[in-house]
């Protein structure tokens, strides 16, 4: 692992090793805890270099907050980066950053990144005049000094979750922002650098700050949509500790931060309260939804025809997110573009309107393309020709990714894609990663062909031809092959369709319950 305290050399690192390989990049203030930790591990697992940015940003931070005691603990940090296989920990000086090197110098000194007031005016933003902007304006200077193709976010902070993401569409960055679940204490207490200033009695009173989000999500489990009444029982929650001073308690749309009166899809409970003289803030994310199933896994695990049984059997949505990689393969020949026309595949991709309808069991899902439907005609050899081709390219997968998220906001669907769970819906309800080892799904394939009368390939070429394409799969740019750390493996070596299909129901059905 490297050190880099200048943005030339950090460029420099990143200079020789950048060919087409994937970068990822976690904005810290250092002092890295498991909340960090959770971050770094996704981004090692999804990148093949990882930078760890860690600066006590002095734009963030308002002339009567805690700048000066803020914890700073770099050679530790660099021990735990190093430990989790972090390649970069990227750490400036303020002189190095360009950012007023006090609190007494006014933030306008530098250009700013100014993100849209209605974001910036609400829950923190009432009590940290400037604080989001100093994010804004640091995050894309660290976006513009490293540019990753991913950068990793924690939930906990939800609202610069919801600028940043508005900042990276509005100034068109070329990075995806990944967020990332709240890493908590198993007393429910969100972990956080500021956590260090409490005392063990303040540790003990603070919990009541998750205790209390959680009355509120019960609520809104037995179907409490009002914003008032969710509130209330926050505050009366809370109450009960009077220690825990509430500084604000707010629900809001999770993307736009809009005060909401009532939930109808999704809504961002937020707190903040001082203990002691220290503040700490949580919120949850109460989603109107039902389960999302991703089931991931290596090609010939038996993913589809699982999927397909999943969906019937639990009536919901089968995602067949193979027929729209096919649905877009059909368009882009019947349009006539060659396929090394990025550009214009990229534009016709990201204006077509596509459509799964349900469909009667056992009839598959109906696919629609701009108004077409083209169930039958995507299944095509012509179309199979090139489907690979077009689901590699960049262009296509950002858009049928959005799609795909679209679909997933009510939820209630199944679907299956070797990054679906790691990277379409990493907030799924249940993830399931099918897996066999290559010896079975060469067997497997081998009866296939077998059936179909095709003798001609033996079993060794087709294990050698599995294990070439989970090496292919595993490593390539786009879509790599990962299992999400919060998956559940299933490896169905020794297992029938019905009983892996089954054992996914139960998982469902346990899920239900527990909701
Ligand atoms: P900070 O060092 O506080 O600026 O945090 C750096 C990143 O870690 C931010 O994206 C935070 O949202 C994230 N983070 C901090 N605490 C947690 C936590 N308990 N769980 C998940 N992510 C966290």
Redesign the pocket.
């Known amino acids: 692992m490297h050190l880099y305290k200048t943005v030339a050399g950090l460029r420099s690192a990143l200079a020789s090793r950048r060919d087409r390989r994937a970068i990822g990049l976690?904005?810290?203030?250092?002092?890295l805890?498991?909340?960090?930790a959770?971050?770094i591990q996704r981004a090692v697992a999804e990148n093949d270099i990882v930078v760890v940015s860690i600066f006590v940003n002095p734009l963030q931070f308002g002339p009567s907050e805690d700048l000066q005691e803020y914890p700073r603990q770099l050679e530790k940090d660099c021990r735990v980066c190093e430990q989790y296989g972090v390649d970069i920990v990227f750490a400036p000086t303020v002189e190095e950053m360009g950012t007023p090197p006090s609190q007494e110098s006014p933030s306008s000194t530098v250009t700013a990144v100014v993100p849209p007031p209605e974001m910036t005016s609400v829950l923190c933003g009432q009590f940290r005049p400037g604080h989001f902007q100093g994010v804004a304006t640091i995050v894309t200077k660290l976006f513009n000094i490293i540019a990753p193709n991913n950068a990793?976010?924690?939930?906990?902070?939800a609202q610069?979750?919801a600028i940043l993401r508005r900042v990276v569409k509005d100034l068109n960055i070329p990075v995806e922002v990944k967020a990332?679940?709240?890493?908590?204490e198993a007393s429910g207490l969100?972990?956080?650098?500021r956590n260090q200033y409490l005392s063990e009695t303040e540790r003990e009173q603070a919990k009541a700050i998750y205790r209390s989000l959680q009355a509120a999500r019960k609520a809104f489990c037995t179907g409490e949509r009002e914003a008032f009444k969710l509130i209330n029982i926050v505050k009366q929650e809370l109450a009960l500790t009077p220690e825990v001073k509430v500084q604000y308690v707010e629900l809001v749309h999770p993307q736009t931060l809009t005060r909401l009166e009532k939930i109808e899809e999704a809504g961002l409970l937020a707190i903040a309260a001082y203990v002691g003289s220290t503040r700490l803030i949580d919120n949850v994310i109460l989603r109107h939804r039902r389960p999302i199933i991703a089931i991931d896994g290596p090609a010939g695990a038996g993913k589809s025809t699982v999927t397909r049984r999943v969906a019937q059997s639990l009536n919901l949505l089968h995602l067949d997110t193979g027929a729209m990689y096919r649905a877009v393969a059909w368009l882009v020949m019947r349009s006539g573009i060659s396929l090394d026309d990025e550009g214009a595949i990229a534009e016709l991709v990201t204006q077509a309107n596509l459509e799964l309808i349900p469909a009667e069991p056992p009839n598959p899902t109906r696919v629609k393309i701009n108004g077409e439907d083209v169930t039958e005609t995507i299944r095509t050899p012509e179309v199979t020709a090139i489907v690979s081709q077009i689901a590699a390219k960049a262009s296509v997968r950002q858009a049928l990714v959005q799609q795909q998220q679209r679909y997933g906001k009510t939820g209630g669907i199944v679907a299956e894609g070797r990054d679906i769970g790691t990277a379409v819906f990493p907030d799924a309800e249940l993830k399931i990663f099918l897996t066999a080892s290559v010896e079975e799904r060469a067997k497997r394939r081998w009866q296939d062909f077998k059936e179909q009368g095709r003798e001609e390939i033996s079993l060794e070429q087709l294990e050698q031809d599995i294990q070439a394409r989970d090496y292919f799969d595993s490593h390539r740019e786009i879509a790599p092959l990962q299992q999400a750390i919060d998956a559940i493996k299933i490896d169905t070596d020794k297992l029938s369709i019905e009983e892996v299909t089954e054992q996914i129901i139960n998982l469902y059905e346990q899920l239900d319950s527990k909701a």
């Not at 976690?26 to 002092?31: D, F, H, K, R």
């Not at 805890?33 to 960090?36: A, D, E, I, P, S």
């Open positions: 976690v904005p810290t203030m250092g002092a805890h498991l909340g960090h959770s971050l990793y976010f924690g939930e906990k902070d610069q979750l990332c679940p709240t890493v908590r969100a972990l956080s650098s």
